[in-house]
T-cell receptor, first 114, second 113 residues
Framework: EPEVTQTPSHQVTQMGQEVILRCVPISNHLYFYWYRQILGQKVEFLVSFYNNEISEKSEIFDDQFSVERPDGSNFTLKIRSTKLEDSAMYFC????????????FGQGTRLTVV | RKEVEQDPGPFNVPEGATVAFNCTYSNSASQSFFWYRQDCRKEPKLLMSVYSSGNEDGRFTAQLNRASQYISLLIRDSKLSDSATYLCVVNMNYGGSQGNLIFGKGTKLSVKP
């Protein structure tokens, strides 16, 4: 069964450092998303990406965040200068079409900022 | 005002019990509705979509009341493997938006032998 894969599964970084979280969406999917979940809290939307550009972003997704699809398979989330409050589980998701909003989630990357 | 609100839980039930979860959403423009399941420290996984006519998938029944902005999930004959957090999810899916998913905080279910 096709799945969304994320690497690494766990990343520890020092405050102020840049991190890149990587995702390989399901191959025939066209829409890509990043969500985050701070421990004990709800899953929150960060950004959606379609046709090589951001289609929607939340208030959380400020100038410190960026996304990129550097090749035909990878989808990355970059945090330029990490803060303690960026510590969370980051989930990548993909979906096939706009109307099919069934999003398939990757297993997540746990980011710990120290 | 919270966009998606759920029963706080946790729900602790014996095997075989029937359990119901409720959810309300604040934005009447919401278009699509789902129940996701999330195991501890795992990713959310779609359990079922929710339609106005109500829909059933085995032991699971979901209902939507657009007028009351209310969504429910009923689990019959609960199994130990049903233990998880159940997330009520709403999708705006309007205009040019790809429809980001808006999650409730979830209701934790623990099924005991």
């Amino acid at each position: 069964e096709p799945e969304v894969t994320q690497t690494p599964s766990h990343q520890v970084t020092q405050m102020g450092q840049e991190v890149i979280l990587r995702c390989v969406p399901i191959s025939n999917h066209l829409y890509f998303y990043w969500y985050r979940q701070i421990l004990g809290q709800k899953v929150e939307f960060l950004v959606s990406f379609y046709n090589n550009e951001i289609s929607e972003k939340s208030e959380i997704f400020d100038d410190q965040f960026s996304v990129e699809r550097p090749d035909g398979s990878n989808f990355t989330l970059k945090i330029r200068s990490t803060k303690l409050e960026d510590s969370a589980m980051y989930f990548c998701a993909s979906s096939r079409t706009e109307m099919n909003t069934e999003a398939f989630f990757g297993q997540g990357t746990r980011l710990t900022v120290v | 005002r919270k966009e998606v609100e759920q029963d706080p839980g946790p729900f602790n039930v014996p095997e075989g019990a029937t359990v119901a979860f409720n959810c309300t959403y604040s934005n009447s423009a919401s278009q699509s509705f789902f129940w996701y399941r999330q195991d501890c420290r795992k990713e959310p996984k779609l359990l079922m979509s929710v339609y106005s006519s109500g829909n059933e998938d085995g032991r699971f029944t979901a209902q939507l009341n657009r007028a009351s902005q209310y969504i429910s999930l009923l689990i019959r004959d609960s199994k130990l493997s049903d233990s998880a957090t159940y997330l009520c999810v709403v999708n705006m899916n309007y205009g040019g938006s790809q429809g980001n998913l808006i999650f409730g905080k979830g209701t934790k279910l623990s099924v005991k032998p």
